[in-house]
Nanobody
Framework: QVQLVESGGGSVQAGGSLRLSCAASGFSFGTNCMGWFRQAPGKERERVAAIYTGGGSTYYDDSVKGRFTISQDNAKNTVYLQMNSLKPEDTAMYHC???????????????WGQGTQVTVSS
């Protein structure tokens, strides 16, 4: 059974940092794309970062480049999202997802976690 479990969300002030974790189980971790998506109320789900676990290639949305860093620990089957210089517009529910390719569309990812809330106050 595939499971993706996120943790690390919380409330911070603008300029602060958080590190999200996504622990994966039930599939071959080292041959997939792991993505972090976010969805704010009334907005579409958008991908903010992704990493191909087989080779380490990373992808970022322009809105988070230079502030967010995605990384992996294959020994722990875990993907991380280090978020620095957080802004109020980063407030959203953050989900990790797994797919075969690192495309940006949510439909390209087959497995999803329940999400962890990130709230950034000004």
């Amino acid at each position: 059974q595939v499971q993706l479990v996120e943790s690390g969300g919380g409330s911070v002030q603008a300029g602060g940092s958080l590190r999200l974790s996504c622990a994966a189980s039930g599939f071959s971790f080292g041959t997939n794309c792991m993505g972090w998506f976010r969805q704010a109320p009334g907005k579409e789900r958008e991908r903010v970062a992704a990493i191909y676990t087989g080779g380490g290639s990373t992808y970022y949305d322009d809105s988070v480049k230079g502030r967010f860093t995605i990384s992996q620990d294959n020994a722990k089957n875990t993907v991380y999202l280090q978020m620095n210089s957080l802004k109020p517009e980063d407030t959203a529910m953050y989900h990790c997802a797994a797919g075969l390719t690192c495309f940006s569309r949510a439909d390209d990812y087959h497995y999803w976690g329940q999400g962890t809330q990130v709230t950034v106050s000004s």
